[in-house]
């Protein structure tokens, strides 16, 4: 009989401490879309990729070029001379994927530069989601603009506006995305 009401105990512990958590939600693509910071970082970093991406173009285009001067000119080349041309037009495809890997890879400079540029602005984020979860006492705030599936949420667990206000953005307030402005 002890067992039995120490079992019965303990589930209904359990369900009054699930029914007491509080969820929401923020939409982090909308919040970062409307943070000024964030916009501008995100041009900064597509005007180095273009840049970038258009010094890597270069090197291909005179590998090509390389390349195409030494089939028309293989004819009358030594077998010396075509290994040595050969030889050439490795090293600088080699060259350029190494180019392509410092820019461009996991560990790269636009990684890095990402990095520099986007995480303390993401950091800032974080800390208001924080503090709008600890001021709504919610248990979980999930992110929908993330891998989770959200199938439906109400909006009315919607806090992107108060992780905006709680960075110092003027939002409308009325329930509808707007572009927001440093207060």
Do not use: C, H
């Amino acid at each position: 009989m002890k067992k039995l009401i120490l079992i019965v105990g303990i589930v209904l512990a359990t369900n009054v401490v699930t029914f007491a958590q509080k969820f929401a939600y923020v939409d982090t693509e909308y919040i970062l879309g409307q943070i000024p910071e964030y916009k501008a970082a995100q041009a900064d970093l597509d005007k180095i990729s273009v840049q970038w991406q258009k010094e890597i173009e270069a090197k291909y285009a005179e590998i090509d070029k390389m390349y195409k001067a030494y089939q028309a000119e293989q004819i009358l080349l030594t077998e010396d001379m075509k290994k040595k041309r050969e030889g050439d037009i490795v090293a600088k495809e080699k060259e350029a994927k190494e180019l392509q890997k410092l820019r461009f890879g996991v560990d790269g400079e636009l990684f890095k530069k990402r990095q520099e540029l986007v995480k303390p602005i993401q950091d800032k984020v974080y800390s208001a989601v924080k503090a709008v979860a600890d001021k709504g006492t919610y248990s979980i705030i999930f992110d929908k603009s993330s891998d989770l599936t959200m199938l439906y949420a109400s909006s009315k667990l919607d806090k992107s506006e108060e992780v905006l206000k709680q960075m110092g953005y003027a939002t409308t307030g009325t329930g509808t995305k707007t572009t927001g402005t440093k207060k």
